[in-house]
């Protein structure tokens, strides 16, 4: 269930037995979504966020008619090839991802191309994170369950999306999950999951949450 690729990212990992935290990217660290808008804008659509998709939501700004699938296919990949590079910092994010890493291994887990992988690694860099970057396919939660299986401490794992939150719940249930809604337009359509043990739409709520997990387990 984990691609070749992503398998041999994650085999060159090096972990140092301190507490673990695995954070998504994009719209948890980048914005993804404010960037996304702009670019579609140009192409003649724009996003509906009635509901918490793009397939259906990418609309025809002329006619409002949903931009086929293939189409939005096409667009994601466009985006990410041409934008990656230039992602700007969700407030907070940077801070809180450097205070961690005094005390844990810190891993960014992105799903995007892999093609564009070193584009991201370019981008995080710039904006002074130094940690590794492994690009992921499909669901995330078995990534996840091999990474927190070599940790040998607690694992803490950030995402905004409610699906790889529940794949992470499902491989790796002791896992501390962290919600990361930054976009209340989006937010606003998923209800709490019961296994989450934070659901925040902030950096300033999110960072001494996990600080506390990470700095009360042996070994931090």
Known sequence: MISEITQGQLAGLHLTGRPLVICDVDEVIVHFTRDFEDYIGLHGLWLDTSSFALNGNIRQRETNAPAPDAQV???????????????QEIDGAVAALLAFGERAD???????????GDHRRENLKSHGLPYPVVTNSGPKGPAIHALAARAANTTVFIDDSPAFIASAHEFAP????????????????IDPLDYVALRTDSWAEARPFVMSLISTMPGA
Not at 106 to 116: D, E, K, R
Not at 174 to 189: G, I, K, M, N, T
């Open 106 to 116: 810190v891993v960014l887990l992105t799903n995007l191309p892999h093609t564009a």
């Open 73 to 87: 296919a096409e667009l994601i990949g466009s985006f990410f090839e041409t934008r990656t590079r230039h992602m």
């Open 174 to 189: 002791e896992v501390h999950l962290v919600h990361f809604l930054h976009d209340q337009r989006f937010a606003r359509h």
